[in-house]
C-alpha cells in the first residue's frame, strides 16, 4: 500500500480505529486479539460470513467496532479493496509481533487513534 495514497488512507481508518479501541480498552489490547479481530473482518468481508462469534467479549467489542468504522469510512468502497487492505494489515502485524504489543504500538506511533472520519490524534513526541 506504501505509495498507494488512497490505499493508505482506508488503512489509516482501519488501523486508527484499532488504536481508538485499544484506547478505550486502557491499553490493553494485544496484537494477538488485533489479529484475530482483522481475521474475523477478512472472514466477514471476503468469505461473506453472516454469523461471527467468539467468546472473548474484547474481541467481539473490537470486531464490531472496527466494522463500524469500516461502515461509516469505507461506505463507498469497494469490497476487494477492503478485503485487500485488511490483508496487507494482517501481514504486518503478524511480521510486527513477537509477543505482546509491538504491532500495536507501531500504529500508536505512526497511524494514531481514530476520532472521526479522516481525523487521527497523534502521539505527542517529546524531546530529550
Known sequence: MSGNIELEAYGNS???????????????LKDSDAIKIIEMLIDKYH???????????IIMNGFNYVDRIIGKD???VE?????????????VARRR??????YMDVIHQYVG????TGIRAM??????
Do not use: H, M
Open 79 to 91: 469490497t476487494e479493496k477492503i478485503v485487500k487492505v485488511l490483508g496487507v494489515i494482517r501481514f
Open 14 to 28: 482501519i488501523e486508527g480505529a484499532l488504536c481508538a479501541y485499544d484506547f478505550e480498552c486502557g491499553q490493553n
Open 47 to 57: 468469505f461473506q460470513d453472516q454469523t461471527v462469534d467468539d467468546k472473548d467479549e
Open 74 to 76: 469505507l461506505k463507498n
Open 97 to 102: 509481533t513477537r509477543s505482546g504489543r509491538e
Open 123 to 128: 502521539p505527542q513526541w517529546t524531546t530529550s
Open 113 to 116: 487513534q481514530r476520532v472521526d
